[in-house]
């Protein structure tokens, strides 16, 4: 457990609220009448979020930390950790903060275990 940057009530909730949110028939994928696959509301760096919290490694998302989806993964996070944005069409701290119920600044103290 990373209970240096967060309390351990707010380490706690925030695992559990990952959890519901994995459980969560939304996050599963859909297809419509056609058979066409749409993804689920879990995003990659959902997980990627939830190592962090947990203060594993972000390479243990992977199985290849050269592979262009986890640098840009990486990216992502550093922009978050400095305040800025990555995709213009996802809020990533909006995003993590609904999913995870934590305050921005809980967001930016788990980023900044990232080492680049």
Same mark, same amino acid.
């Not at 689920?40 to 997980?47: A, L, R």
């Not at 962090?52 to 992502?76: C, F, Q, V, W």
């Given at each position: 457990?990373?209970?240096?940057?967060?309390?351990?009530?707010?380490?706690?909730? /925030? #695992? +559990?609220?990952?959890?519901?949110? #994995?459980? !969560?028939?939304? +996050?599963?994928?859909?297809?419509?009448?056609?058979? +066409?696959?749409?993804?689920?509301? *879990?995003?990659? $760096?959902?997980? /990627?979020?939830?190592?962090?919290?947990?203060?594993?490694?972000?390479? !243990? $998302?992977? @199985?290849? !930390?050269?592979? =262009?989806?986890?640098? =840009?993964?990486? /990216? /992502?996070?550093?922009?978050?950790?400095?305040? *800025?944005?990555?995709?213009?069409?996802?809020? $990533? +701290?909006?995003?993590? !903060?609904?999913?995870?119920?934590?305050?921005?600044?809980? $967001?930016?103290?788990?980023?900044?275990?990232? @080492?680049?």
């Amino acid at each position: 457990m990373n209970h240096k940057l967060l309390d351990t009530k707010t380490f706690k909730h /925030a #695992v +559990t609220k990952f959890k519901e949110l #994995v459980k !969560s028939p939304k +996050t599963k994928p859909r297809y419509n009448e056609y058979g +066409t696959k749409f993804r689920g509301d *879990t995003h990659y $760096i959902h997980f /990627a979020f939830y190592a962090l919290l947990k203060g594993k490694p972000l390479s !243990s $998302i992977t @199985h290849d !930390s050269n592979s =262009e989806r986890y640098k =840009e993964l990486k /990216a /992502a996070l550093k922009k978050v950790e400095t305040g *800025t944005s990555y995709f213009e069409d996802l809020d $990533i +701290t909006k995003l993590l !903060s609904q999913d995870f119920d934590l305050s921005p600044n809980d $967001i930016k103290l788990v980023l900044c275990q990232l @080492h680049f």
